[in-house]
T-cell receptor, first 111, second 112 residues
Framework: DAGITQSPRHKVTETGTPVTLRCHQT?????MYWYRQDPGHGLRLIHY???????DKGEVSDGYSVSRSKTEDFLLTLESATSSQTSVYFC??????????FGQGTRLTVV | KQEVTQIPAALSVPEGENLVLNCSFT??????LQWFRQDPGKGLTSLLL?????REQTSGRLNASLDKSSGRSTLYIAASQPGDSATYLC???????????FGPGTRLSVLP
């Protein structure tokens, strides 16, 4: 299995609090992605990174920010969590034109 | 905007049957197409990757084809087993940004 780890795996947080999810890779892949998966919506891209400090928005980026200060780490921050951000979050890694590998997911509940 | 659809949404077959899952995409300008499997409550597992210049890829009982010009891919599963029960997702990789756009998935149940 590709070396990709998400933390935490589960989190319950209150509305209005900031939350940071971490994705760590040991594969030295250039691209890293954050997706969310919701019933009826499938997997949707939040943000992605194409290199250290190089990031761009996906289709559902509102309310989220990201940072990538090292090749191996990609952080997703919910600036002020809302109930609509309750979801399962997946991180993925890839190099140019190669397979994408996914982490095991983080189940986030905002109450 | 690239859109990916999958038919059928759900499929139930008896063990031993051969089956075909379908994936369609609206824009043929793709880098590659990848098939994944997802078990309930788990992450995505990569099954097959087809580059845009390729027509098919095989891995064990799985065979995936790609017709880029018509915007279609199929995943063929031979001699299905109960352990094949899962949701199967296809994803196209865009030329711009190297992002992946996913289909909604096909939920497969293989009955013993």
């Amino acid at each position: 299995d590709a070396g990709i780890t998400q933390s935490p795996r589960h989190k319950v947080t209150e509305t209005g609090t900031p939350v940071t999810l971490r994705c760590h890779q040991t594969e030295n892949h250039r691209y890293m992605y954050w997706y969310r998966q919701d019933p009826g919506h499938g997997l949707r891209l939040i943000h992605y990174s194409y290199g250290v400090k190089d990031t761009d928005k996906g289709e559902v980026s509102d309310g989220y920010s990201v940072s990538r200060s090292k090749t191996e780490d990609f952080l997703l921050t919910l600036e002020s969590a809302t109930s609509s951000q309750t979801s399962v979050y997946f991180c993925a890694i890839s190099s140019t034109n190669t397979e994408a590998f996914f982490g095991q997911g983080t189940r986030l509940t905002v109450v | 905007k690239q859109e990916v659809t999958q038919i059928p949404a759900a499929l139930s077959v008896p063990e031993g049957e051969n089956l075909v899952l379908n994936c369609s995409f609206t824009d043929s300008a793709i880098y590659n197409l990848q098939w994944f499997r997802q078990d309930p409550g788990k992450g995505l597992t990569s099954l097959l990757l087809i580059q845009s210049s390729q027509r098919e890829q095989t891995s064990g009982r799985l065979n995936a084809s790609l017709d880029k010009s018509s915007g279609r891919s199929t995943l063929y599963i031979a001699a299905s087993q109960p352990g094949d029960s899962a949701t199967y997702l296809c994803a196209v990789r865009l030329n711009y940004g190297q992002n992946f756009v996913f289909g909604p998935g096909t939920r497969l149940s293989v009955l013993p």
